[in-house]
């Protein structure tokens, strides 16, 4: 690694050691057996890669990902891979999280719309880096659980709806930020509407073949930056089949 790896690697290892949480009350941290891991998955996977972001990268570093998964994939949490959260619904990848995360350039007076909470991982990291986080999520299982984690977690700038993503969440519009973490098939109007002038939208558009979209809101335009190939989950509908749970 080159010496300015080298650099963001040992800050975030004194950012971790300065920041790490010690009363979790959704269950014990191990911290000796998930610390490092965590670290080296800033290293390796994020800052090791092409994600420059500090603010980013220490976000990743101070939230513990193992939490927000099920226990018995707690071994693989830090690995770069999907896992699944239930309700046929996966975490995305850590590395596709930053990345996304930092296309979004969220700064800390920001106000952010996640579309898809589901288990609140993304959204915690959201809520380290903006002062005010709103994430929407359909399926009530995964939006109870996500909240409950998060508030366990004192998250105290997040605000949770139960509703279809496709369609927002007006009442607190316009944001600077829009984070799609489901796929849609199309540019759901009412999400751009709900963008403020200047701002960023970071979604996945596509049916079985996907790319990750940058949208841009000016003032008399939109721009579109086509970024990489991507396969997320697809966005389910309040009209849609309902999903069957795989786990209780």
Not at 188 to 205: A, C, D, N, V, Y
Not at 215 to 243: A, C, H, N, Y
């Amino acid at each position: 690694m080159k010496n300015s790896g080298i650099l963001v690697f040992l800050s975030l290892a004194v950012a971790v050691l300065l920041n790490s949480c010690s009363d979790d009350s959704i269950a014990p941290d191990k911290e000796g057996q998930y610390k490092n891991a965590r670290i080296k998955m800033v290293q390796e996977q994020l800052a090791g890669r092409d994600i420059k972001d500090k603010n980013v990268l220490l976000a990743f570093s101070k939230v513990k990902r193992h939490l927000f998964v099920l226990p018995e994939d707690r071994n693989y949490a830090y690995s770069d891979r999907p896992l699944p959260i239930g309700y046929g619904q996966d975490l995305t990848r850590p590395y596709l999280t930053a990345l996304m995360t930092e296309l979004a350039g969220i700064k800390k007076d920001y106000k952010v719309l996640e579309i898809g909470t589901g288990s609140g991982y993304h959204t915690a990291i959201l809520a380290e880096l903006a002062r005010e986080v709103y994430t929407v999520e359909i399926l009530e299982p995964l939006y109870s659980r996500a909240k409950r984690v998060l508030s366990d977690l004192d998250y105290q700038n997040v605000k949770f709806k139960l509703g279809d993503g496709y369609l927002g969440w007006k009442e607190y519009a316009p944001y600077d930020v829009i984070i799609v973490s489901i796929a849609s098939q199309q540019e759901p109007q009412p999400l751009i509407e709900q963008l403020k002038t200047g701002g960023r939208m970071i979604i996945p558009i596509g049916e079985v073949m996907q790319e990750l979209i940058v949208i841009e809101k000016g003032k008399d335009s939109i721009k579109r930056e086509r970024i990489i190939p991507v396969r997320f989950m697809p966005m389910t509908r309040e009209d849609g089949q309902e999903l069957k749970p795989d786990i209780q």
